[in-house]
């Protein structure tokens, strides 16, 4: 049971990993980053800033603002 309990820390460490790793390139917007971790855009944001990782407010391309768009409405 620890074991398992310790695994899927591991995986969730990892998946939060890449997270971070991809908003850090610039692949996926804040609020991708944070529906992919499941926690709120401010603890997302939060967390990337205890990671060191530069905030880039605001969609920097169409893609990212339609993943914004996206986002935002699956949260009606």
Not at 23 to 37: C, F, K, P, T, V
Not at 50 to 68: F, I, K, M, N, Y
């Amino acid at each position: 049971m620890a074991s398992d309990r310790r695994r899927a820390q591991a995986e969730d460490a990892s998946e939060l990993a890449e997270t971070i790793g991809l908003y850090a390139l610039g692949e996926i917007s804040l609020g991708r980053a944070a529906e992919r971790a499941n926690v709120s855009r401010w603890e997302m944001q939060e967390i990337l800033e205890d990671a060191g990782v530069e905030l880039r407010l605001g969609p920097q391309s169409d893609e990212e603002l339609e993943d914004e768009v996206d986002v935002a409405l699956d949260l009606e």
